[in-house]
């Protein structure tokens, strides 16, 4: 492995890690102010982006980097190291959320609602990774994107979607948010609800691919049109 890998994928850990202590100990610490987890999340996405950016492209969510692979701007192979990072990242970051927390804390574990279907997570889990995707290929991968505002807009975009699926499952779009909560849950005796973790994997995914997709083809045809 090259060092300038390495660095990227050292970015993604430390990321990914941020993102989910933060979000996580919000969780824990305030679990019944929506908002201000929402909040932590997005503010503490910004914190990353701007911190790592420039290395790794700051993705610190399988969703995005598959995205980005499957519209061609991150080769396939760079894809498994990446996810790797970032649910290193996720473990990392919930095993020090719960260092400083206690153990007996949910660590924010990512879970259905009681009455929710399978067809409402996914719908909700897709919907709001749709959110983000557009936010981060809007504002950090689009030329004409105002870079200033990058860490902020895909922050606020990720609290947004927060707010609005939080109560459904969670509102995750992120793999490594759940898987991170998850495996540490079940090292320390806690309830982890495996049978809801594919809608986790599968879900953001989808939205994030359909966002991507649409994005691209929708700037596309507009700059054909500007050029015709």
């Known amino acids: 492995m090259d060092h300038s890998h390495a660095r990227k994928l050292a970015a993604e850990l430390a990321g990914t890690t941020i993102l989910c202590l933060f979000g996580i100990s919000a969780a824990v610490a305030v679990s019944d102010s929506l908002l201000t987890v929402a909040l932590a999340h997005g503010l503490a996405l910004m914190v990353g982006i701007y911190a790592f950016g420039a290395v790794s492209g700051a993705h610190f969510n399988p969703t995005v980097t598959v995205a980005l692979a499957v519209t061609g701007r991150l080769p396939w ?4 190291g990446y996810v790797l990072a970032q649910l290193a990242g996720g473990v990392l970051g919930a095993y020090l959320a719960q260092v400083i927390h206690g153990p007996g804390t949910s660590l924010g574990a990512t879970s259905f609602a009681p009455g929710v ?3 409402q997570a996914f719908v909700a889990e897709a919907l709001g990774a749709f959110l983000l995707v557009t936010a981060v290929f809007a504002l950090a991968v689009s030329p004409s994107a105002p870079r200033h505002v990058t860490g902020l807009g895909i922050g606020l975009a990720l609290a947004t979607q927060i707010v609005a699926f939080g109560p459904v499952a969670g509102a995750s779009v992120n793999l490594a948010r759940t898987f991170g909560p998850d495996v540490v849950l079940a090292f320390t005796g806690g309830p982890v609800a495996w ?15 359909l966002a991507a997709g649409l994005f691209s083809a929708v700037t596309s045809s507009a700059r054909r049109t500007a050029n015709v």
């Open 77 to 80: 192979r760079e894809v498994p």
């Open 117 to 119: 279907s399978v067809t």
């Open 195 to 209: 049978g809801q973790l594919p809608v986790y994997l599968i879900a953001p995914v989808f939205g994030g691919i």
